[in-house]
């Protein structure tokens, strides 16, 4: 039971424009969303965070929005830059529960210059 | 800066023996964690420890222990290594409530 979902595995953007990953979860409970980046050979690193009192986060060029009742977030990059070119996964939490993350499958983002 | 050092980057390992994935993290977290990643699948949690010497299975603990012994470190084995174990291996640790997890570099693990 995927309780996180990122339903484009791929997405390719020019660069100096916006990229939008998206992610969507089923779990009602999840109240602190992250995403992360990761390259090849290299663990995730952290991009931003959104607790379920807000409904955006910004941070430079990173912007994440999140739809409650849709139970859905994005994820804006703007503008794109080649650096920017890697996999991008969603990540839930229930806070009062036991830390764990859950992750989605995650959306490769590739920046054509 | 917070680090969380695998002990190896590539390991190959034959089908039966015991492997033993060392994690260390430097910033007196209380959480960790070990994760898998696969292609089309993401990262599945293994175990995780909230605390010395306690731990809770996560979505796949299958052929996988775990050890915590002290805060600082957590072990990942695999009791008899298994073709359909080999996979990228990530620890992260974390502080708490609403803070982020942050990972190792990553062992990729080859079992053959």
Known sequence: DQQVKQNSP????Q??????????YTNSMFDYFL?????PAEGPTFLISISSIKDK????RFTVFLNKSAKH????????????????????????GNEKLTFGTGTRLTIIP | ????????????KRTGEKVFLECVQDMDHE???WYRQDPGLGLRLIYF????????????????????????RFSLILESASTNQTSMYLCASSLGVNTEAFFGQGTRLTVV
């Open chain 2, 1 to 12: 800066d917070v680090k969380v050092t695998q002990s190896s980057r590539y390991l190959v």
């Open chain 1, 73 to 96: 977030l994005s994820l804006h990059i703007v503008p794109s830059q080649p650096g920017d070119s890697a996999v991008y996964f969603c990540a839930a939490r229930v806070n009062f």
């Open chain 1, 10 to 13: 791929s997405l390719s953007v």
């Open chain 1, 57 to 60: 986060n910004e941070d430079g």
């Open chain 1, 15 to 24: 660069e100096g424009r916006i990229s939008i990953l998206n992610c969507d």
């Open chain 2, 49 to 72: 420890s909230y605390d010395v010497k306690m731990k809770e299975k996560g979505d796949i603990p299958e052929g996988y222990s775990v050890s915590r012994e002290k805060k600082e």
């Open chain 2, 31 to 33: 959480n960790m964690f």
């Open chain 1, 35 to 39: 995403w992360y980046k990761k390259y």
